[in-house]
């Protein structure tokens, strides 16, 4: 079956073909087209902007990769939500349109769920049950995936998400958005244990997070040395011990749920999941407990259509009651997780 993917939740527009057989996909098309540069202007993403930015772009890179007639297309996979709610609209609209106009079934899709499925992407697929670390900028979750579809949040932050806290102390240092890269950019020439920024919750039962104390940390440390703000050492320093606080705790909870519920493969998901100093210690910890890592494409972890053909691939699959084209909202709230049966 070919899939033909939109996804437009935020500030990335992207379309994506896929085709699939089995377990196997292959990814066809994968093209994106970012905004960002457009939103540094304003400090952030403006979702009116982003719409009518989705809206421009949508159509040439349409009609680039995919006939008029939808040939060749069985089925439409789109971003449903959690996401800017005007942007998210132009992508569910488009697809209603096509999947009308070609008689083909419209799959709805949760972005968190496409984050999760970027990790189908690949020759080496998860075996479930999976404990997921779900790191995005807006979310940050741990995630137990029992089957297809199946999903169960164990925890998550209680503020800031973990690519919202890359973001935000990157700003403090100077550094554009997004900060995530940045931050990596400068660690790898900083001492990690120069200073000490707080790892929230690490001693709390649970599989919460918090890094809100972290962001006020690192900004109480810049303002008591403010005479080295540019020293470029100083800066890999603050940026080295940023990540590995980030890190830190990400590993430490996760590794107290993938011992508590003892999952066959450990997968990492979302933006935040492109930081090599992450994926080295997901896979070091996974080495540890003995339970196997698969890591995305890092292509595959930040926004892109791809990942979100890949889980609509599997809905699809699963139940092929797709949705009535002229019914689908987009719903800027969704969640994909059932409601927790156990916290501990
Ligand atoms: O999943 P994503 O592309 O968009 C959302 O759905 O939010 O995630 C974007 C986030 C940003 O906060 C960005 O700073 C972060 O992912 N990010 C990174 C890296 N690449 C992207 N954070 C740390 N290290 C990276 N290499
Ligand atoms: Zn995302």
Not at 25 to 42: N, P
Not at 178 to 184: D, N, Q, R, S
Not at 210 to 217: D, E, R
């Amino acid at each position: 079956m070919r899939i033909l993917a939109i996804e437009s939740s935020c500030d990335e527009t992207a379309i994506a073909i896929l085709s699939g057989v089995g377990d196997v996909l292959t990814v066809e098309k994968s093209l994106i087209l970012s905004q960002i540069a457009i939103h540094a202007e304003f400090g952030g993403v403006v979702p009116e902007v982003a719409a009518r930015k989705h809206l421009e772009a949508i159509m040439p890179m349409l009609k680039a990769e995919v006939s008029p007639a939808g040939e060749g297309i069985d089925a439409i996979a789109v971003t449903k939500g959690p996401g800017l709610a005007p942007a998210l609209r132009t992508g569910v609209e488009v697809a209603k349109t096509l999947a009308w106009l070609w008689r083909v079934p419209l799959i709805p899709v949760s972005h968190m769920e496409g984050h999760i499925y970027a990790s189908w992407l690949q020759s080496e697929i998860p075996i479930l049950p999976a404990l997921v670390l779900v790191v995005s900028g807006g979310h940050t979750e741990l995630v137990l995936m029992k089957g297809h579809g199946d999903f169960e949040r164990l925890g998550e932050t209680l503020d800031d998400a973990a690519g919202e806290a890359f973001d935000k102390t990157a700003k403090m240092i100077g550094l554009p958005y997004p900060g995530g890269p940045e931050i990596a950019r400068l660690a790898v020439n900083g001492n990690r244990q120069a200073f000490d920024f707080p790892r929230a919750l690490l001693t709390k039962p649970g599989y919460d997070f918090s890094f809100s104390g972290l962001k006020t940390s690192v900004l109480y440390t810049l303002r008591n040395h403010e005479e080295r703000l540019t020293d470029p050492q100083f800066l890999a320093d603050i940026a080295a011990s940023i990540e590995t606080a980030i890190v830190d705790a990400l590993i430490a909870k996760t590794k107290k749920a993938a011992m508590d519920y003892a999952p066959k493969t450990l997968l990492l998901a979302g933006g935040v999941g492109a930081n090599q100093y992450l994926r080295e210690r997901l896979v070091a910890m996974g080495q540890e407990i003995g339970v196997a890592v698969i890591l995305p494409e890092r292509r595959f972890t930040t926004d892109n259509a791809a990942m979100i053909a890949s889980a609509g691939y599997f809905r699809f699959q699963q139940s092929s009651n797709a949705e009535n084209p002229l019914f689908l909202e987009a719903d800027p709230n969704l969640d994909f997780c059932k409601k927790a049966e156990h916290k501990n």
